[in-house]
């Protein structure tokens, strides 16, 4: 199984500036477009399971995150550019089977978001951790919300270093955690919530 361990935070332009003076030496850009899906009868967010379709750079990538305990969230993707046809695609590399039952009456678009991420390697203790700064908006319900976010990833090592990380990063740039996923806030918007 593919496990992400990410933490969140809030944060406006100025401190993304300062956050990528002090971090960034090599830095790699994507131009984000990401539209979540679910179910008409809404199966898959009642079970807290992500399904997108993002634009990454102009190359499709489909996902599914299917949550777990505390930090850490089941994630399978592979490249494809139709949700549908993707499905089984992630269930034949471990997404749980139950996808496929579960999308049985189809999907819809629901909420989406576009944003610029920069992202940067950073190795900290014995691991590798992944910063990104994604600004843009999220968009629901025809209706749009700033995107202005920090986001520190375990890429390897024990997920402590992760939040060892963050927490430093988090006192020093006074972020603000950011509990929701960027699905959730968009849904959210979606429903008027």
């Known amino acids: 199984m593919g496990v992400e361990f990410e933490l969140k935070y809030t944060a406006d ?6 956050i990528f003076a002090e971090f960034f030496r ?19 967010s009642a079970r807290h399971i992500t399904l997108r379709c993002r634009m990454e750079n102009g190359e499709a990538v489909c996902t599914v995150k299917t949550p777990m305990e505390g930090y850490g969230r089941g994630e399978w993707d592979c490249r494809c550019d139709d949700i549908r046809k ?5 269930c034949d590399q471990g ?5 496929i039952s579960l999308t049985a009456e189809g999907v819809q678009e629901v909420c989406g978001a576009r944003f610029d991420r920069r ?5 900290f203790g014995e691991g590798m951790l992944e910063i990104a ?5 999220l968009t629901g319900g025809g ?3 700033p995107l202005c976010e920090v986001e520190v990833e375990l890429k390897s090592g024990a997920p402590e270093l992760a939040i060892a990380f963050a927490t430093q990063l988090k006192e020093s740039y ?5 509990k929701k996923s960027k699905f959730r806030r968009a849904l959210d918007l979606a429903k008027g919530e």
């Open 26 to 44: 090599n830095c790699q850009r994507y131009q984000m477009a990401t539209t979540y899906y679910d179910t008409p009868s809404g199966s898959l």
């Open 119 to 123: 992202a940067a390697s950073v190795a």
């Open 13 to 18: 332009p100025e401190t993304q500036e300062k």
């Open 143 to 145: 209706k749009e919300e």
């Open 95 to 99: 997404a749980p089977k139950e996808l």
């Open 86 to 90: 993707s499905i089984p695609m992630l």
């Open 133 to 137: 700064l994604d600004r843009g908006v």
């Open 174 to 178: 006074h972020l603000i955690p950011q």
